[in-house]
């Protein structure tokens, strides 16, 4: 009896991510239950070959600002800031510290909708303006295509263990940069109900050559990636 009643208890306060919008409509996907972002959470990224590449991929909750929460996320080499919002997570800013450089979006790009249908994909165009954190100069300004397609769940098992249900999403980006340089980047993620993301792989391309191929996976609870 006292562990039904303990699971009812458990159930009464699980949070619903996302809860304080309306609900999506029928058929839909709540994707915000696979993006809690639960701050520390730390991955290992291998490159494809199978070589590791030290990068230590954090969440840190802040805010809210501006009415809605924020979300800062450090991926080893760029500091991504995100918003909540109603219709989705925005990411509005990027900082690059390799070289000293930040990126701010207008209007701010939706990277996942809050409600998103399997198989149907999101187009959005955001212009990004890349500037100087030293003195805030503008270096280059460009629109970027984002295209988000839910595509499927999977089960996945990882180092971490196996995670059931997992939403596979694809986020595919397109710009024509400075000097008339094409730029792709598709980014592929695994996310686990109440998780987040468990697997997510990265593939990009300037002028058509391949200059980033790797994959990150949800360390096990207490594993450090010094």
Same mark, same amino acid.
């Given at each position: 009896m006292r562990g039904i009643i303990l699971l009812a208890v458990m159930a009464a306060v699980a949070p619903v991510y996302g809860a304080e919008y309306e609900k999506c409509q029928k058929g839909a996907i709540n994707v915000y239950e696979y993006w809690p972002w639960k701050p520390g959470a730390v991955w290992e990224a291998r490159e494809m070959g199978g070589g590791l590449i030290r990068k230590n991929h954090s969440v840190k909750s802040l805010g809210p600002a501006d009415g809605a929460p924020i979300r800062v996320q450090?991926?080893? @080499?760029? #500091?991504? &800031? &995100?918003?909540?919002?109603?219709?989705? #997570? !925005? +990411? =509005?800013?990027?900082?690059? /510290? +390799? @070289? %000293?450089? =930040? %990126? !701010? &979006?207008? /209007? /701010?790009?939706?990277? &996942? /909708? +809050?409600?998103?249908?399997l198989g149907e994909s999101y187009k959005r165009v955001s212009r990004r303006t890349d500037l100087s954190a030293r003195d805030n100069a503008p270096l280059d300004s460009y629109d970027e295509e984002m295209t988000y397609t839910a595509l499927q769940f999977e089960d996945v098992t990882i180092g971490a263990g196996t995670f059931k249900k997992c939403l596979m999403q694809v986020r595919d980006y397109k710009d024509v940069r400075r000097g008339g340089a094409e730029h792709r980047k598709i980014a592929i993620s695994w996310n686990a109900p109440g998780v987040g993301m468990v697997r997510g792989c990265l593939v990009e391309f300037s002028e058509g050559k391949e200059i980033h191929n790797f994959c990150a996976d949800l360390l096990p609870a207490g594993v450090k990636n010094d």
């Open positions: 450090w991926d080893g @080499n760029f #500091l991504d &800031y &995100y918003r909540e919002t109603k219709a989705g #997570l !925005e +990411r =509005y800013k990027d900082f690059d /510290p +390799r @070289n %000293g450089t =930040y %990126g !701010e &979006y207008s /209007p /701010p790009a939706v990277q &996942y /909708p +809050r409600c998103a249908r």
